[in-house]
């Protein structure tokens, strides 16, 4: 591994953006870091610090970083998209779709259908066995949560081809057409007590954040400190005089959450947030210079998503391995607590990296490459694969795999979903895009 690093980062062409690499890596890590150090497991159930010390709450305006990786991933879905139009085949918009498509899901699906069908399996053992109790039945529940991400970065990708058409036509216009849908969605929700519509905020506000990477591809950012200004004071004015709590992460029993769905509140802390990293690049390009920096940022790229989705597997296996072994789990915040944090963190990290080593060969990128005009319909398969996974992930991460042989549901757009039909039509979705692409590959 170390040899193709270097041989890898040795080959970064000049124009290369390192800085969106750092970002993308700093802000998975981020994440993992926070979900970490948020969980106050007691051998009685897992909590959430941020709820035992809400003084705590203010530190999200930092850490609550998601927002930097859907920018992130707005610039790198406009260059690749691009650079397949200029390879194109003249009259083959469709087959450049799913080439995109194919090449972009397969980076997230395969890690992604490793986790479920391993995780699956596990889960289908304990239950056949009796267990699925205590701690093993909280992290059959939780151990998928973070695959909300995966389904709404699908999204992201289903939707670059027409976003960046507006883009190209109206600019920030179609960043301020996107934030206004937010907008009036949190009016209905909140003003007119509309049921149901605030859900169109998952796609407004995250859709809106992507938009601003479009913005940063074209350098159309050219303000960074009044959009950092501006982001934080509205959403400082959202949460001191609207609806909207003070975190920007879920919290436990919460009426209202900046979360799920996404609020106005968490779409201007994405302002902020996109403002603030703008403002380090280029201290941050001068530091990426250097050779041995930048071979860490590119090794860690090859492996982010796959130590983002085991990451609470390794947590929940720590928690487990020093309830079994007698440790004590001191009450979470006080000093024990505190002083027991340098040992969990260093544990979870070492069994991640020991998952990341068992699973890193499914985070492999794979190539793009638009068919010829014959290979008609591709798009539309691969578009229809992809809005099977996206629903699939999205209903597993909100199941999960608890009480697997009882049939257990959540609601996914109204509709009840279990984790058998969550993976089917992950799997079956993943199929559509395959043979879109073979589709594709034959015609060329």
């Known amino acids: 591994m170390g040899s193709s690093v270097r041989e890898l980062a040795g080959a970064t062409p000049v124009t290369r953006d390192r800085y969106v690499d750092l970002l993308r890596v700093a802000s998975l890590g981020a994440v993992v870091l926070g979900h970490w150090l948020m969980a106050a497991v007691t051998p ?3 909590g959430n610090l941020l ?7 203010p530190l999200t305006w930092l850490l609550q970083v998601m927002p930097v990786f859907f920018f992130v991933g707005g610039f790198s879905h406009a260059l690749s998209y691009r650079s397949l139009l200029r390879k194109r085949p003249a ?44 701690l093993t039945g909280v992290t059959l529940r939780m151990v998928t949560q973070p695959l909300w991400f995966i389904g709404i970065y699908l999204a992201m990708v289903a939707f670059t081809p027409p976003l960046l058409k507006l883009h190209e036509r109206y600019g920030w216009g179609a960043f301020a057409g996107l934030a206004g849908a937010a907008l009036a969605v949190d009016v209905l929700r909140f003003a007119a ?3 149901y519509v605030e859900f169109l905020n998952f796609a407004f506000v995250w859709l809106a954040v ?3 990477g479009f913005l940063r591809a074209d350098g159309r950012i050219r303000r960074p400190a009044l959009l950092a200004g501006a982001g934080l004071v509205a959403a400082g004015a959202l949460v001191a005089f609207g609806p909207y709590p003070l975190s920007m992460v879920g919290m436990p029993g919460e009426k209202v959450s900046n979360m799920a769905p996404p609020t106005l509140a968490l779409l201007c802390h994405g302002l902020w947030l996109v403002g603030a990293v703008e403002l380090l690049r280029t201290p941050a ?7 041995r920096v930048w071979r860490t940022v590119v090794a860690a790229n090859g492996v982010a998503m ?15 391995a020093l309830l079994a072994l007698d440790v004590e789990l001191p009450e979470p915040a006080s000093a024990a607590w505190w002083a027991q944090v340098p040992l969990r963190l260093a544990l979870a990290a070492a069994l991640t990296a020991g998952l990341v080593a068992a699973f890193r060969a499914f985070e492999r990128p794979v190539s793009a490459a638009p068919g010829s005009p014959g290979a008609t319909g591709a798009g539309p398969l691969a578009a229809l694969g992809a809005t099977l996974c996206l629903l699939g992930v999205l209903g597993l991460s909100m199941v999960g795999f608890g009480d697997l042989l009882h049939g257990r549901t959540a609601l996914l757009i109204a509709i009840p979903v279990s984790a058998p039909a969550a993976v089917a039509m992950t799997l079956g979705g993943w199929l559509l895009v395959e043979r879109a692409g073979r589709a594709g590959r034959a015609a060329r």
């Open 44 to 46: 009685d159930g897992v």
């Open 51 to 57: 709820a035992v010390v809400p003084a705590l709450q």
């Open 91 to 134: 009259g083959s918009a469709d087959s450049v779709y799913s080439a995109f498509l194919r090449a972009r899901l397969q980076r997230l699906l395969r890690p992604t259908m490793v986790f479920v069908l391993v995780w699956g399996a596990a889960a289908l053992l304990v239950q056949l066995l009796g267990g699925g109790g205590g």
């Open 193 to 195: 007590g509309v049921p």
């Open 210 to 212: 992507h938009q601003l």
């Open 285 to 291: 390009a001068r530091l990426l210079e250097r050779p």
């Open 306 to 320: 796959t130590a983002f989705l085991w990451h609470l597997t390794a947590m929940f296996g720590v928690y487990g």
